[in-house]
């Protein structure tokens, strides 16, 4: 995010540089266990979530698994999905939003996630809560915004694989996106990325 002379990375950490630069109105809610509440669904969204959506990605778009593989993975990401989904509606529970009375934090780390869940068509039937959730959040004109960026981002994903098969790009294997493909049935993905040099790790590069 650039503010002025401000560049600064990591979605956590803009969310927390928000937070003091602009205290009020608050994105996170002053009880501290609605506090750390909010804490732990960002971190996993941003962590385990995010692996999942991100290897359907290089799937869909990047084609590293194809056929019967292919077929393999979606459906482990499929079943995981469903857990995490599961584990948020309880999250979530009888209340509008995961920030608890506002839309805050919380709700702000599970949205992209969730949506693009929607997207690759692993999303919860129109009556469930996390539905309704995302309907909420729709109507808000910034998420509404945000989710047509990422649609517009979508559709120019069509050359994706001849891309990264021209070495045109080089795709980054952190952390929990890695040990997403090796538990999922991907390491021979991981195999062909470093034999091909087209995946890469985080920084320092060597």
């Known amino acids: ?34 506090r750390a509440k909010a804490r732990m669904i960002e971190d996993v969204c941003d962590t385990l979530y995010e692996a999942i959506n991100w290897g359907l990605g290089e799937i869909r778009w990047f084609k590293r698994a194809e056929g019967a593989q292919a077929e393999k993975m979606k459906q482990v990401a499929a079943r995981q999905t469903a857990e995490l989904q599961a584990w948020l509606a309880d ?23 969730v949506n ?12 469930s809560p996390l539905a309704k959730w995302r309907e909420r959040i729709h109507a808000r004109p910034s998420v509404a915004e945000t989710f047509r960026e990422f649609e517009a981002a ?12 021209s070495g045109a790009i080089r795709r980054e294997y952190r ?17 062909d990325g470093l034999a091909k040099d087209n995946i890469r790790f985080t920084w320092p590069l060597g």
């Open 1 to 34: 995010m650039i503010d002025g002379e401000a560049r600064i990375f990591d979605s956590t950490i803009i969310l927390e540089y928000l937070e003091d630069k602009f205290p009020s109105p608050p994105l996170l809610p002053r009880d501290p266990v609605a």
């Open 91 to 113: 999250k979530l529970g009888e209340t509008l939003w995961f920030n608890g009375e506002s839309f805050g934090w919380a709700d702000l780390s599970v949205a992209p996630f």
């Open 116 to 127: 693009r869940s929607f997207h690759y068509g692993y999303g919860t039937p129109a009556d």
């Open 154 to 165: 979508a559709e120019r994903m069509e050359d994706a694989a001849q891309r990264l098969a």
């Open 175 to 191: 952390d929990h996106r890695l040990e997403w493909m090796m538990k999922s049935g991907g390491v021979q993905v991981v195999l």
